[in-house]
Nanobody, 124 residues
Framework: QVQLAESGGDLVQPGGTLRLSCAAS?????????FGWFRQAPGKEREWVAE???????THYADSVKGRFTVSRDNSNTAYLQMNNLKPEDTAVYYC?????????????????WGQGTQVTVSS
């Protein structure tokens, strides 16, 4: 079993930056898992934000964050989301997730492990 824990959420002014971390713990290595980041704003559906594959480290981003957010991973069990030029519409609870998919982009329903989320608030 694997547990994911996000950290780094905070209150930040528009134009500010934050770096979210996602640390995995448990008996299974996530070396061959893709990591994804999702977010859910109040009253809205949870939406996909970014993903990074294992191996090739290919990344993909939602259009709303492209050019501002960067997803990375530094080993098999840790992922990051660097968020620059934050906007009020980025306010949400951010979740990381892991999917046992390594040769293609994972479908949303393939994400097997989810964290509890970390709050990001962008406001002046």
């Amino acid at each position: 079993q694997v547990q994911l824990a996000e950290s780094g959420g905070d209150l930040v002014q528009p134009g500010g930056t934050l770096r979210l971390s996602c640390a995995a713990s448990g008996s299974e290595s996530l070396e061959y898992y893709a990591f994804g980041w999702f977010r859910q704003a109040p009253g809205k559906e949870r939406e996909w934000v970014a993903e990074i594959r294992s191996g090739t480290l290919l990344t993909h981003y939602a259009d709303s964050v492209k050019g501002r957010f960067t997803v990375s991973r530094d080993n098999s069990n840790t992922a990051y989301l660097q968020m620059n030029n934050l906007k009020p519409e980025d306010t949400a609870v951010y979740y990381c997730a892991a999917a046992p998919v390594w040769s293609r982009r994972p479908n949303r329903d393939e994400y097997e492990y989810w964290g509890q989320g970390t709050q990001v608030t962008v406001s002046s």
